[in-house]
């Protein structure tokens, strides 16, 4: 057991380290839709590594390290500048041409040096058994550098990448510069990262993880925790796999994260089963209250619903949240009898003659929930509602 310990301690660390990161730069990665950039940075990256070896410099030396860090740059800004609303060739493609001639340079290089076939091995999935105290310490470092870097300008970062679809004059940032900073950044990471872990390795720490919590969440703060789990928890699996099979530790975990997320994906229908149907719930419960508001009267004090509108807003509409979501998550911070009234709502809205008339309506002509507005657009907009609605509306005011 000692034995064990000893041998996976730091390399479990540095899965650590790059899980933090890779899965962060990962959920930017996957909403720019530039899926593969990781993976042509990381092979022009080896690249340079590959030239500073045919120069005669040793793989880990620091001159190997900057001429892949200056490959890694000029390649940084070369997707900043091909990105363009204008441009009738999609950025991906400029992404995939770079990496094949980058692989193409880099083999044509390991043909030429002794025990090439060795290095490019190295090159693809690395050697993360044989990193030192040093090297994670230093990785950490640098990674913790650039996590600053990206908390202090998150927004701008967050924006671009989020709102990735937009047409460039609409986002208001210099897109081009903030896409360098964000792909040099990037870069920085890729280039340490495949030193240690190889490319395919850093790959897969990039994308498996994000794209999994995307399966489960639409949340950015959900879907980063849940990407630092179980890129952790699976690499720690993969790396225990390798030692108890005597197999390549970054090949195994590879393999590890696509059994993961193969699972995930086979589990996810039933996880969100329950979910959907209370999201539907919610939904229907949501509209249903919209229609109550019109019996928001001092006569129904006791249980005014306008009250239980206003509750949905502040949990809710103001964390502008969706309100279906937002209900199956913070549900539990209601009152006790806006909870109860959506209980009811729930059942309420199964009878056609109903409440449930108007909720394509309401949906429709009076879509945000805001507690002081709803009543007066449905009232406003009673004309333009359904001819079943209008009878529900005509018999609930007669009771009244």
Partial sequence: MNDVVQILLWPALACLVLTGIHAYLGLHVVERGVIFVDLSLAQVASLGTTIALLMGFDMHSHTAYFISLAFTLLG????SIVR???SRVPQEAFIGIVYAVSAAAAVLIMDRLPEGAEHIKYILVGNLLAVTPHEVLK???LYSLIGVVHYAFRKPFLTIST????????????????????YATFGFVVTSSVAIAGVLLVFSFLIVPSVSAMLFSEKVGKRLAFGWIMGTI???????GSYELDAPTGATVVCTFGIALL????????ILKKRRRLVAATAAAGAFLGILTLDSRPALAESDPMACVREIQNVCVQLQDKLETCLA???SQLSTTCRDQLKTAVSAVQDPSGPAACIPDVQRLCPRLEAEALGQCITDNEDNFSKPCRTYLQTAAGKK
Avoid: C, T
């Fill in 139 to 141: 990785m950490a470092g």
């Fill in 234 to 240: 699976v690499s720690l699996i993969g790396m225990v």
């Fill in 163 to 182: 709102q990735h679809g937009r047409p460039i004059r609409e986002i208001p940032y210099n897109v081009r510069w903030w896409d360098f900073l964000f």
């Fill in 76 to 79: 940084a800004a070369v997707f």
């Fill in 84 to 86: 363009s609303e204008k």
């Fill in 263 to 270: 699972i995930l994906g086979a589990v996810r229908p039933f």
């Fill in 329 to 331: 998550d913070r549900g």
